[in-house]
Each structure stands twice: as structure tokens, then as C-alpha cells.
């Protein structure tokens, strides 16, 4: 069966930021979800296809291996799409979280470990550094467990009450139709339970601000764009919970030197018009530093030559692009009397038609 583009499958844009297609999947979610669809054998299906592409598209390294090689490079990566319902709502039980009740492995507990959030930073590079890789130290300031309460949120040697609403699940529930709808307990905010006695240190927030210093390595090829990320650097768990993810974003800088057009690069060389008609061995820039670069007899303005394995290196592959030489042939604005006369006997002999010689101011007094 061949598979949909995942983002015609959200109906999203390419470009669609994370919080577009969290509501684009719980939206596709509500609508296939086999709990009210039992009379619908093609709802499961659909749900499972908006699953897998939920799957893909909120996560950063799977999302960048998507765009850039299709269902292949994730086959090639090890993901084999959708792994049952077991694995979405442990996955994504926040999602279904709001508006669907029912069996226990479909709704978390409120004291149940839950992962930190992902955190994003955005760092600048030069072109160089994308190209060939580089390793930086970049400084970020994150929430972490307070060292005083733990992560509890409560003063040493006191505990949080029950929440008296929700009776501690976190969730209230009220009935809609042919099915309930649970929502978070506006009380507790879903925790199932009232800190009564906040951590001094922290107050009550169970995290507190720290700067850390982070070493960054980027492999050669990287472009705008790109994502890198770092387990574990992101914001602390809830209740015990495995802290989040950073991902750090790249933008690369443009070069004066070099254009990059995906994993090849352009260089412009000038050469003369004796050096274009005869040929000449000219000093080109490479990324391994200056080279020479022959350039053939009879070259034309605005050639094309193409240096094969000279370019940037494959991100996700193997080997790397081309560097391409483009030829730009100068044409002298002025010229010196000598140079005028060469240039109209290449006229007498090419039988071309030119401009007689204007004399000058001086030229006319001598005359």
C-alpha cells in the first residue's frame, strides 16, 4: 500500500509550526477515533494513518529526515510506522487527555511520571562551520529540580493534600451526547493534589532557573534549518518523570565566497577575455582552502564547470555535492592606445564591424 504525504494526511502546511499540527492531529484524532466509530471498519485505519503521521511530524529528527528523503529515509532510519494503540496513547495520552474517557491505559494518572518539555535554542553558524563541522559551547538557562524540595514543590517534611474537587484522579467529567468528556480539574489543575505548605526555595514551582554551558557538535553539511538534539536538556519531568529533550536549531550565514544550492556549491571565477579565448591556470577558492583550476580553451561567458566531490558533504548520506565553477569574463571599460590597436586588428581579422577612434581634446590641438 502506498503510503500518503503525511502532511496532506494532517492537512497542514509544510512549514506548519508544532503547535499546528498537534491541533491538526487531535482534530483528525476526534473525528477516526474506533471509540465512536464501531460502525466505521475505515475509521481505525484513518486514525492509525493520522497517528503515524503525528508520530513523524512532531518530532524534530524524524520531521527533518521526512522532508528531506520521503517514507524511504525513515524505512532506512528504522521507523516502521504505527505500532498499535498501546504505543500512541502512551505516547500521546496528553492529546486524548481532554476529551476522551474510558479504559485505564488511555488516561494518566496525575501522579504518573511524565517526560519535561522540549526546549528549543537558536544558534548562528558560518557557512564554513556548516560545511565542514564544528564543535561550539553554547550557554542556556532551563528549569531544574529544586535541590531543596526535590521536585516535590513542598517544604521538607510536609505533603500535599487531596484535592477536595477532583477527589484526587485530577479530572473531572461531564457527559456530552453519546459519550463523557473529561477535562482537567480546574482546582488542582489536573495534579490531584493542593500544595498547602510551598517549597521556600522555589515556591512551590518544584523547579528553579540554571544557566548551563552545553558543548554543540554539528557533522559537516548541516543547513539552515537543521536541528540538532540533546537528550535529557530540557525541562524536568513531572513527578519523577525523564526531563525533556533541547533541540537546537541552526541558521547558517551566507557566504561572500560561495552560493550552496542543497549539497552543491557555485563559485565565480573572472578570468580576461585572453585568458577565456587561450586558456589559463587561475587560483579558484575551494572549501579545502585556494586551488587551481584550468580553464579550457574557447571558454564562453557564463561556463559552467563542475568539479565533482569538491561540495558540501551529504547530511544523511554518503560522499559529498559538486563545486561548480562559474566563468565570468571581463570586459575591459578602458583601454590603453596600444590595447586599442590590438583589439581593432582582432576586429580587421574577425571582419567585425566596430566603432571608429574618437580623437580626444589634446589629440585634436595637436592636430
Known amino acids: 500500500m502506498i503510503k500518503r504525504d503525511y502532511y496532506e494526511v494532517l492537512e497542514v502546511e509544510r512549514n506548519a509550526d508544532s ?14 477515533h474506533p471509540d465512536h466509530n464501531s460502525d466505521n471498519p475505515e475509521a481505525e485505519e484513518k486514525f492509525k494513518e493520522a497517528s503515524e503521521a503525528y508520530e513523524v511530524l512532531h518530532d524534530g529528527e524524524k520531521r527533518d529526515l521526512y522532508d528531506r528523503y520521503g517514507h524511504d529515509g525513515l524505512k532506512r532510519s528504522g521507523f516502521s510506522g504505527f505500532h498499535g494503540f498501546e504505543d500512541i496513547f502512551s505516547s500521546f495520552g496528553d492529546i486524548f487527555e481532554d476529551f476522551f474517557t474510558g479504559s485505564g491505559r488511555r488516561s494518566r494518572s496525575p501522579n504518573q511520571p511524565a517526560k519535561g518539555p522540549d526546549l528549543r535554542f537558536d544558534l548562528e553558524i558560518e557557512f564554513m562551520e556548516a560545511a565542514r563541522g564544528m564543535e561550539k559551547e553554547i550557554q542556556i538557562e532551563k528549569m531544574v529540580y529544586c535541590k531543596r524540595c526535590g521536585g516535590t514543590r513542598s517544604e521538607p517534611g510536609s505533603k500535599p493534600d487531596v484535592c477536595g474537587m477532583c477527589q484526587g484522579s485530577g479530572r473531572v467529567t461531564r457527559s456530552q451526547g453519546f459519550f463523557s468528556l473529561a477535562t482537567a480539574c480546574p482546582e488542582c489543575r489536573g495534579e490531584g493534589m493542593r500544595i498547602t505548605d510551598p517549597c521556600k526555595d522555589c515556591k512551590g514551582q518544584g523547579a528553579v532557573p540554571e544557566k548551563k554551558k552545553l558543548a554543540v557538535k554539528t557533522p559537516a553539511g548541516v543547513d539552515t534549518g537543521s536541528r540538532l538534539r540533546l537528550r535529557g536538556e530540557g525541562g524536568p519531568g513531572q513527578n519523577g518523570g525523564p526531563p525533556g529533550d533541547l533541540y537546537v536549531v541552526l541558521h547558517v550565514k551566507d557566504s561572500d565566497v560561495f552560493q550552496r544550492h542543497e549539497d552543491d556549491i557555485v563559485v565565480t571565477a573572472e578570468v580576461s577575455i585572453a585568458q577565456a579565448v587561450l586558456g589559463a591556470d587561475i587560483t579558484i577558492p575551494t572549501l579545502e582552502g585556494e586551488d587551481t583550476f584550468s ?70 590641438l595637436r592636430g
Do not use: C, M, N, W
Request: net charge positive; aromatic share 8%.
Open 295 to 364: 580553464v579550457p580553451t574557447g571558454s564562453q561567458p557564463e561556463t559552467l564547470h563542475r568539479l565533482s566531490g569538491r561540495g558540501i558533504a551529504r547530511l544523511h548520506g554518503y560522499g559529498r555535492g559538486d563545486l561548480i565553477v562559474r566563468l565570468l569574463v571581463k570586459v575591459p571599460t578602458k583601454v590603453s592606445k596600444e590595447e586599442e590597436e590590438l583589439y581593432r586588428k582582432l576586429a580587421e581579422l574577425d571582419d567585425s564591424s566596430v566603432r571608429p577612434h574618437h580623437k580626444g581634446f589634446f589629440e585634436k
Open 19 to 32: 503547535a499546528t499540527i498537534k491541533k491538526a492531529y487531535r482534530k483528525k484524532a476526534y473525528q477516526f
